[in-house]
């Protein structure tokens, strides 16, 4: 069964960066693409970014373009989302997920999450 597990979270300032990872298991990570999504209290899930199954094809919400980085390691079967420039409103539950197919925004196409890493940025 494939499993995602989400490491790196934690609490930083403005202006500061972290550095998110997830890591896939009981799968080929070659046929999955992944992304992030983050979640705080009474609001849906937001789509923050994804990256294709090669790792060629990256994609960003605008509210963190520029500022976030997402990539992939084939030998440690391990995405990663760098986050710098962080700013207040960008503290939630960050997840990551996993789909055995094209990158999508949607969260109701991914079928495999991990249990979230919790992102606080003072001011």
């Known amino acids: 069964q494939v499993q995602v597990v989400e490491s790196g979270g934690g609490l930083v300032q403005t202006g500061g960066s972290l550095r998110l990872s997830c890591a896939l298991s009981?799968?080929?990570?070659?046929?999955?693409?992944m992304a992030w999504f983050r979640q705080t209290p009474g609001k849906e899930r937001e789509f923050v970014s994804a990256?294709?199954?090669?790792?060629?094809?990256?994609r960003y919400a605008n509210s963190v373009s520029g500022r976030f980085t997402i990539s992939r390691d084939s030998d440690t079967n391990t995405v990663t989302l760098q986050m710098s420039g962080l700013k207040p409103e960008d503290t939630a539950v960050y997840s990551c997920?996993?789909?055995?197919?094209?990158?999508?925004?949607?969260?109701?196409?991914?079928?495999?999450w991990g249990q979230g890493t919790q992102v606080t940025v003072s001011s």
């Open positions: 990256i294709n199954r090669a790792g060629g094809i990256k």
């Open positions: 009981g799968g080929t990570f070659g046929n999955y693409a």
């Open positions: 997920a996993a789909r055995p197919s094209t990158t999508s925004l949607k969260a109701e196409d991914y079928g495999t």
